[in-house]
Structure formats: structure tokens, C-alpha cells
């Protein structure tokens, strides 16, 4: 309809330029016709759907980079969950390690029941034998006296079997820790001391 009146309009024009009359009249009303063509254009479903297409685009863009943004976070929030609360992982840490020190501590009471008491120091990361059997005692006294018989008495068997339970404690607690026969006579002091597989002191030696 609107190009249907351009078209009047257009012949009108020619006749008010033949006619002498005033123009302003035919030419707002061409520029009107021309206006509604151009609104109408725009309107049709071509450019609709090409501003609808443009706008899924921008949508679908927009989504992709929040859900990659969002992914980006999780990720990196992921990796650093190990590391965000460090004093509570350092806590558990020692936690565990405390049990199994108890449980060795118990472990090698068991077994020297019938030999001496077993003690325990968690600073020193030291397990201690104290002889209480009246004939172990008696036979370590007397090595005291006379170091020379230790080797005739047998005491490198002491050796071995202290290198196998520093191993034992190595496996199962880690390294730096150590275990020492104390003296019968003064119990504060060792008379053999193994660490790590390795006899670190030996009063015989």
C-alpha cells in the first residue's frame, strides 16, 4: 500500500510542477511514503529472524564464556583445596603418625614383657628398653664389669637382633627413630643405641 501511494504521489507531483502550484504538500507526502516503506522493510520476517539469529548468537556466546569462567573457578578452587587449610592437613598428619608410635609402643611392650619395660619419647623420637629380668640384668652387669666377655656371652646377637627392630620401626614409623638398651646399672644411660638399621652406640665397642 505504501508503494501503491509513492506511486500517486510521485504522478501528483508532476502535476502540481505542470500546474504551477506549491510543492510542499506532494513532497511531505512522498517523504511520508518513503518513511512507511522503510518501516515496513525493516518489520518483514527476513530481518526478524536475522536479529533473532543475532541475538541467540550473542546469548549462546555469552553462556559458553560464564560456563567456561565457571568450570576455570571450580578447577582452580579444586587444586588449591589441598592446600587451603594446611595447619588441619599438618594436624591430621601428626595425628596418624602418634597412633602408630602407640601402636609400636605397645607392640614392643608386648614382646619385652618378660625382659623389661618399654618407654617412649616423642621428642626424641626414642624408644627405651629398661632390663628388669633378674638374669638379663645380671648378665649385663657383669658384661659392664668385664666388657672383654661381652663377645663370648653372645652380645652380637643383642647387635643384630636391635639392627632388625630399628628396620622394623624405620618401616613402619619412618626415619629418625631410634631404640637403645638402657644400663642396668644407671638407667638413664644406654648401652646400645640403633638407628635407622644402623648401631649408633655400643658400650661395648
Same mark, same amino acid.
Request: proline share 3%; aromatic share 10%; charged share 15%.
Given at each position: 500500500?505504501?508503494?501503491?501511494?509513492?506511486?500517486? /504521489?510521485? &504522478?501528483? #507531483?508532476?502535476?502540481?510542477?505542470?500546474?504551477?502550484e506549491r &510543492?510542499? !504538500?506532494?513532497?511531505?507526502?512522498?517523504? +511520508?511514503? #518513503?518513511?512507511?516503506?522503510?518501516?515496513?522493510?525493516?518489520? #518483514?520476517?527476513?530481518?526478524?529472524?536475522?536479529?533473532? /539469529?543475532?541475538?541467540?548468537?550473542?546469548?549462546?556466546? /555469552? +553462556?559458553?564464556?560464564?560456563? @567456561? /569462567?565457571?568450570? @576455570?573457578?571450580?578447577?582452580?578452587?579444586?587444586?588449591?583445596?589441598?592446600?587451603?587449610?594446611?595447619?588441619?592437613?599438618?594436624?591430621?598428619?601428626?595425628? =596418624?603418625?602418634? +597412633?602408630?608410635?602407640?601402636?609400636?609402643?605397645? $607392640?614392643?611392650?608386648?614382646?619385652?614383657?618378660?625382659?623389661?619395660?618399654?618407654?617412649?619419647?616423642?621428642?626424641? @623420637? =626414642?624408644f627405651y +628398653?629398661?632390663?628388669?629380668?633378674?638374669?638379663?640384668? !645380671? !648378665? &649385663?652387669?657383669?658384661?659392664?664389669?668385664?666388657?672383654?666377655?661381652?663377645?663370648? =656371652?653372645?652380645?652380637?646377637?643383642?647387635?643384630? *637382633?636391635?639392627k632388625k627392630?630399628? #628396620?622394623?620401626?624405620?618401616?613402619?614409623?619412618? $626415619?629418625?627413630?631410634?631404640?637403645?638398651?638402657?644400663?642396668?646399672? *644407671?638407667?638413664?644411660?644406654?648401652?646400645?643405641?640403633? @638407628?635407622?638399621?644402623?648401631?649408633?652406640?655400643?658400650?661395648?665397642?
Amino acid at each position: 500500500m505504501a508503494i501503491f501511494a509513492l506511486i500517486l /504521489s510521485i &504522478l501528483r #507531483l508532476s502535476m502540481v510542477i505542470q500546474n504551477g502550484e506549491r &510543492l510542499f !504538500s506532494p513532497i511531505l507526502f512522498i517523504v +511520508v511514503c #518513503l518513511g512507511l516503506i522503510i518501516f515496513s522493510g525493516f518489520n #518483514l520476517p527476513f530481518w526478524q529472524k536475522s536479529k533473532s /539469529s543475532t541475538q541467540s548468537t550473542a546469548t549462546s556466546s /555469552s +553462556v559458553q564464556t560464564t560456563s @567456561k /569462567s565457571t568450570k @576455570k573457578f571450580a578447577s582452580t578452587f579444586s587444586s588449591a583445596g589441598a592446600n587451603a587449610f594446611p595447619d588441619e592437613t599438618n594436624k591430621q598428619k601428626k595425628a =596418624a603418625q602418634s +597412633v602408630k608410635e602407640n601402636n609400636i609402643l605397645a $607392640s614392643l611392650q608386648k614382646n619385652y614383657s618378660g625382659t623389661g619395660t618399654v618407654t617412649f619419647s616423642r621428642t626424641a @623420637k =626414642a624408644f627405651y +628398653v629398661k632390663p628388669t629380668n633378674k638374669d638379663f640384668v !645380671s !648378665s &649385663l652387669k657383669s658384661l659392664i664389669k668385664t666388657p672383654s666377655n661381652a663377645k663370648d =656371652a653372645n652380645f652380637d646377637q643383642v647387635v643384630t *637382633n636391635f639392627k632388625k627392630l630399628s #628396620l622394623s620401626i624405620k618401616k613402619n614409623l619412618g $626415619s629418625n627413630y631410634q631404640v637403645s638398651l638402657m644400663n642396668p646399672n *644407671n638407667t638413664s644411660k644406654p648401652i646400645l643405641t640403633a @638407628k635407622d638399621g644402623t648401631i649408633t652406640y655400643n658400650y661395648f665397642q
